[in-house]
């Protein structure tokens, strides 16, 4: 089919470009669908724009697709034709897998950019299409090759190349080269590729040079990275995260849309993306080698390769690096290595497996008869949900190995995920409830990449408390209080009285908070990944350990009766403590986490929790223990009970977001229970309820209380039966119904008046 995207040439314009041929190739053979054309060049020689004027001089439409998003969109404001990505334009995507199914060319002549950053099933739509429609492709078969099957789609290009209805051309003049120093160091990258000896190595010395330190991120300049970790460092200083007045583009399940609003989406660099096809951005001017290739650098602009000092840059990169610039003049190599957190490998004196999937090969009679790999291949998603019984068999299939753990939860077949059935509580769950993984996802913020770090800084204080510590909690726990009002105050008149712990149902009023969490999440300051220095070995405690305040989010073991013994909990809650409670209440200073205040979490759930009655009870779906599941467990027991080693998910990091929730939610509920009593002994709680006794007028005691936790709504009840509300901060929600009647009242208002002032 032909597509309309540019006007016609007039008569004159076609017999002045008849005979017009490029690279060699007679136009006859440009426009023959029986023969497709493979232009490889040298990069910035002109295959793209000369392709474009002779299909402009012939007045031929014709449809191009690019290996990436911006390519395309680069390729659609340089030319104007028809334009898509090649993954997008000419297969379709299945649960988030591309290239899963072929589509039928959109036009009769097509133009294939970047080929060998795709996928080996482009070489079989080519094989399968040629004929049908005029293929041209392009591309430079020196430049980056795919990070997933490079090797194998490079062979396979060269395999197509062979092909007797293949004609093959080789381009070795560049025209993005502004001068002739830079034409010249193209040629040499360009011949060196394939030998041993190391372009970057010899030649970084000839260029500027800076450290990373020395780097000022901006949005004109161009920012490559050598690896994903010195991208995500550059986000983590600058706080790319959050900067939305950057040329962003789509990304993920938006990649396709043309117009979006940008701030409703996160902004995440390539080693945080998520396994799923969630909507998320990246900033046009930073990223890897291959993310940047078939763009160029202009002469305004400065290219600044970042690159760690000990980082091997092979000739195929540095060639590909370097041929974006119109002037070599421009190259700024920053030096930069981030920290990486060394593997966590023994912890507590035991081994640390990595926790992997186990990839079954053999075939399985399930219960019903049927055969697994049956199932496998009628499934139509990425996943296969087994019964107990036969995920049961499945696992008893599962080898012990000394260096990995294998999960127990899933098991990889072929190309699908094997899960066990399972009844959600939430049968009914409504499909547009939120979900605390979604939320995850899209704030790589609370993803904490440096846990091994965190972990030996809590193995280490533990250790070091005096003289022979050892470890006496090897696990993560966050606060609770655990600290409940005796029947006597009186010490030991009748022990079994003294010991006996008041009923919640004994006190005569209760507080609790509306929207806790929520809350919590809009207000607070919470640990990001960007950084955590553990203690300094030096450091010594004085007898209340109070002395840190690092303004970011201090981490303690608390051996306070408050708390469960040994959890961590954050220093807000520790000074808090310690200024009202006395010497006896114990906490160890562990290390420090950079924070930001508030969170993309909150503000959405906050928003959701005071709309209407509907969104809020929309907001139970969010299971936040999804982000407290263990970044370490115990496994493989002795006959003791006593694990013998433990398995590491790399993929749970988040537990330090929990820990800091639950430290808010204790220290708002401490402020209250000083405030009625006076000391931390008093009352019952439960989470984010308070239970208590009081003589005062509720109405000022609630005025007072409200002043003490500015942001929080809570409420005051009566602790009988009839549970009566005594005292609120808040007002009742209106429904989805009434909140829409009375936005037409007010839009019906408005128009009165407008009408009103008109006469």
């Known amino acids: 089919m032909a597509l309309k995207n540019f006007p016609r040439t007039t008569k004159q314009q076609e017999d002045t470009e008849r005979n017009l041929n490029i690279f060699g190739i007679s136009d006859d053979d440009m426009l023959n669908p029986q023969m497709v054309k493979v232009i490889c060049g040298i990069a910035g020689s002109a295959k793209s724009s000369n392709i474009d004027k002779f299909f402009r001089a012939k007045g031929i439409d014709y449809a191009r697709f690019t290996s990436t998003n911006k390519l395309k969109r680069d390729a659609r404001d340089r030319y104007g034709c028809y334009c898509d990505t090649i993954a997008g334009g000419l297969f379709h995507t299945d649960d988030g897998l591309f290239f899963s199914e072929e589509k039928d060319s959109p036009c009769d002549n097509i133009v294939i950019d970047e080929i060998l950053q795709t996928n080996v099933k482009v070489i079989e739509w080519i094989k399968n299409n040629y004929g049908n429609c005029n293929i041209i492709v392009t591309t430079d078969s020196r430049q980056m090759l795919s990070s997933e099957n490079g090797k194998a789609m490079l062979s396979s290009f060269k395999a197509l190349c062979s092909e007797p209805y293949v004609l093959y051309k080789e381009l070795f003049k560049t025209f993005r080269a502004r001068d002739d120093k830079t034409e010249r160091y193209f040629h040499i990258c360009y011949e060196f590729v394939y030998e041993k000896f190391n372009r970057f190595k010899s030649d970084c010395k000839w260029f500027e040079q800076i450290d990373f330190s020395d ?39 938006i990649a396709r849309k043309e117009e979006f609003d940008v701030e409703k989406y996160p902004i995440i660099p390539q080693a945080q993306t998520p396994k799923t096809n969630i909507p998320y951005l990246q900033p046009s001017n930073v990223g890897s080698v291959t993310r940047y290739q078939g763009s160029e650098v202009t002469k305004s602009q400065k290219l600044y390769f970042l690159v760690g000092k000990n980082d091997y840059v092979n000739n195929r990169e540095w060639y590909t690096a370097v041929t974006r610039l119109w002037t070599i003049d421009n190259l700024v190599i920053v030096w930069c290595d981030p920290k990486r957190p060394e593997k966590l490998t023994e912890y507590n004196g035991k081994p640390v497996k990595e926790t992997t999937w186990f990839s079954f090969t053999d075939d399985l009679v399930l219960s019903d008869g049927s055969k697994l790999s049956d199932v496998s291949k009628e499934a139509s998603s990425r996943e296969v949900i087994l019964s107990d019984v036969d995920m049961l068999k499945l696992i008893e299939k599962i080898p012990n190995n000394a260096d990995v753990y294998y999960n127990r939860n899933a098991i990889v077949y072929g190309d699908k995920i094997i899960k066990r059935s399972y009844v959600d509580k939430d049968e009914e769950r ?10 995850l996802q899209k704030e790589p913020d609370f993803s904490y990449d440096y846990m091994p770090d965190f972990y030996r800084a809590f193995e280490s204080i533990q250790k070091n408390r005096f003289p022979g510590a050892k470890v006496t909690n090897d696990i993560l726990i966050p606060p609770s209080i655990t600290q409940q009002e005796r029947e006597n105050e009186i010490p030991f008149p009748d022990a079994e009285l003294y010991e006996k712990v008041r009923s919640r149902d004994s006190f ?148 330090l977001l929990m820990i800091t929730i639950r430290s808010y939610q204790c220290l708002n509920i401490l402020k209250l229970m000083f405030e009625i009593y006076g000391d931390f002994k008093h009352g019952a709680v439960n989470a984010d309820c308070l239970y208590f006794d009081t003589s005062e007028r509720i109405s000022k005691l609630g005025d007072r209380l409200k002043l003490l936790v500015p942001g929080y709504d809570f409420r005051i009840f009566s602790n009988n039966q009839k549970k009566r509300i005594l005292y609120k901060t808040y007002a009742e929600l209106p429904t989805a119904a009434e909140l829409a009647k009375e936005k037409r009242r007010k839009s019906l208002t408005n128009r009165n008046k407008s009408d009103t002032i008109s006469i």
């Not at 901006?218 to 007045?245: G, K, M, P, Q």
């Not at 005569?508 to 919470?526: H, Q, T, W």
């Not at 220093?571 to 310690?578: A, E, H, K, N, P």
Request: glycine share 6%; net charge negative; proline share 4%.
């Open 215 to 253: 780097l000022r991120y901006n949005h004109t300049d161009v920012f490559i990275c050598h690896s994903n970790d010195i991208e995500l460092a550059l986000y983590r200083e600058w706080d790319i995260y959050h900067d939305y007045t950057a040329e962003l583009l789509p990304k993920g399940s």
């Open 430 to 439: 409504p499909r547009n409830a939120p979900t605390m993984l979604g939320f």
């Open 508 to 655: 005569k009023y209760g507080v609790d908070f509306r929207a806790s969490y929520p809350c919590i999440l809009n207000n607070e300051a919470f640990p990001t990944g960007s950084f955590f220095y553990p203690r300094n070995k030096d450091f010594k405690d004085n007898e209340f350990h109070t002395q840190i305040d690092s303004g970011q989010i201090d981490w303690y073991i608390s051996y306070c009766d408050l708390f469960p013994q040994g959890c961590v909990v954050t220093g807000d809650l520790v000074r808090f403590v310690q200024m009202n409670m006395g010497q006896w209440a114990e906490f160890y200073y562990f290390g420090t986490s950079a924070s930001k205040k508030g969170s993309d979490i909150g503000k959405r759930l906050h928003e959701q929790a005071y709309k209407t009655v509907e969104s809020k009870r929309l907001i139970k779906y969010v299971h936040y223990g999804l982000a407290e599941r263990p970044y370490l467990e115990r496994i493989e027991f002795d006959e003791n009970g006593n694990n013998k080693a433990y398995a590491l998910n790399k993929n749970q990091n988040h537990q």
